[in-house]
């Protein structure tokens, strides 16, 4: 009986492979998939630690992952999450703009810098005063390449009130370095290692270096959606502390997660009002502004249907656009295509009524447009994945991907383009 059961598996297995084949479905194949050789544990190692133990972990710096997984560590330190804060002084290359140019905004020198923050979008400058950091008056528009003046201003961020009105009453500590670091002690406001290193998205590793086996650290691929989803959310998403202030201090990130927890026990994400525009949604319910992205994703289809953070990135390094595991539009059409059941059907004309080639027929143009403000007039991506009406924008005011795009149309036009589209209902998108 053993026999024939295997038999079976293996006749089912044949088959779901020739079906695969002629619907020509498309397999996801994940950026450097081959798995690393790991050290054995020592001959004489002891048993898997206990629960007790595991709560002993303490963070030991990705240097200590570096001998076993030297390929990923080698990726990963050229990432943007591996150089978000940088000492000038010991990589005077990070710095983009030349101080020795005078301007109205430039009100310090790079004598008075201590970390640099930000290398795509916008960089800012850090400077120390005791044993916190401060930011300085002006940062870089690295699109625009100028110098744009630096304040968070009253009615933004919900923790503007607890603090004072100049960047000087305002340290990095509480409100920005508890997600540029590795466990940023608030007592002694110190940091294991600056930047998103690997402990950031794995927890401690001092047991996992001591007995290197699967179940002595963390892996995010392995926990449930939602705890998989938070490793990322804890910096990517706005909110507050569920408690605060803690010890008289109000923080800008959730103090205390740790990957494997339940992000939502400890943060709120940021409430929105249907209806209305704020600091930071737009009054359908997507974001308004940059580290929004989980905010946007938690309401998405995407994430509904069981579609995690590291499905499209991985956060080790790619050498695509913002770490995807496959470039463009591949990373989209792994799942979405015509002989798969999410769609869309037909051509990819067919479906944008664009030409192929076009940036009107990228995936990101339609459904992850860039209207979410992070310096001067620069936008990054939505993570909705919605389509954003024409409709939705006479309405409630909300960017619509296709009058971003032309420029020079009107809203009512691009109504009625669809109206006239062959494959899509009016009722969805032109009502």
């Known amino acids: 009986m053993k026999q024939v059961d295997g038999w079976m598996v293996v006749a089912m297995v044949a088959f779901s492979i020739s079906i695969a084949e002629t619907r020509q479905i498309p397999v996801a194949v994940p950026f450097a998939a081959t798995p690393e050789p790991v050290a054995a544990p020592p001959a004489d190692a002891p048993g898997v630690p206990s629960p007790v133990e595991l709560g002993q972990r303490t963070y030991v710096g990705s240097l200590s992952c570096k001998p076993c997984h030297a390929a990923t560590y080698?990726?990963?330190?050229?990432?943007?999450?591996?150089?978000?804060?940088?000492?000038?002084?010991?990589?005077?290359?990070?710095v983009i703009p030349d101080f020795s140019k005078a301007d109205p905004a430039l009100t310090f020198t790079l004598a008075d810098v201590s970390l640099v923050y930000g290398t795509k979008w916008k960089q800012r400058y850090f400077t120390k005063k005791g044993d916190d950091y401060f930011p300085l008056g002006a940062q870089w528009d690295v699109t625009h390449r100028q110098w744009r003046p630096y304040l968070v201003a009253p009615n933004t961020d919900w923790w503007v009130p607890h603090y004072g009105p100049t960047n000087a009453d305002r340290p990095t500590g509480p409100l920005c370095d508890g997600c540029h670091s590795v466990n940023y002690n608030i007592k002694t406001k110190s940091v294991t290692e600056w930047n998103v290193g690997c402990e950031k998205c794995h927890g401690p590793g001092s047991l996992h270096v001591d007995f290197p086996v699967a179940s002595t650290i963390v892996n995010p691929t392995k926990l449930d959606a939602v705890r998989a989803d938070d490793v990322c959310l804890q910096c990517h998403s706005q909110g507050q502390p569920r408690t605060k202030p803690l010890d008289g201090v109000y923080y800008d990130w959730p103090v205390g997660f740790k990957p494997g927890d339940r992000l939502s026990d400890v943060w709120a994400l940021e409430e929105h009002d249907l209806g209305k525009e704020t600091f930071t949604h737009w009054p359908d319910g997507t974001a308004h502004k940059n580290r929004m992205q989980g905010n946007?994703?938690?309401?998405?289809q995407m994430s509904l249907k069981g579609v995690r953070c590291y499905a499209c990135h991985d956060v080790h390094g790619t050498p695509n656009e913002a770490d995807l595991r496959v470039s463009g539009d591949g990373v989209c059409l792994q799942c979405h295509g015509p002989q798969v059941q999410p769609g869309p059907r037909g051509t990819i004309e067919q479906h944008t009524q664009h030409k192929a080639t076009s940036t009107g027929s990228r995936c990101v143009a339609c459904h992850m447009p860039a209207i979410e403000r992070t310096v001067g007039n620069?936008?990054?991506?939505?993570?909705?994945?919605?389509?954003?009406?024409?409709?939705?924008?006479?309405?409630?005011?909300?960017p619509n991907p296709c009058t971003t795009c032309h420029t020079d149309r009107m809203p009512d036009w691009a109504i009625d383009a669809l109206k006239r589209w062959p494959t899509t209902s009016p009722w969805r998108v032109a009502e």
């Open 74 to 94: 080698e990726r990963w330190s050229h990432t943007r999450m591996a150089n978000v804060v940088t000492d000038p002084k010991q990589h005077p290359e990070v």
């Open 296 to 300: 946007d994703y938690v309401q998405s």
């Open 378 to 398: 620069v936008n990054v991506r939505s993570h909705t994945f919605k389509f954003i009406s024409p409709v939705t924008t006479k309405r409630l005011g909300v």
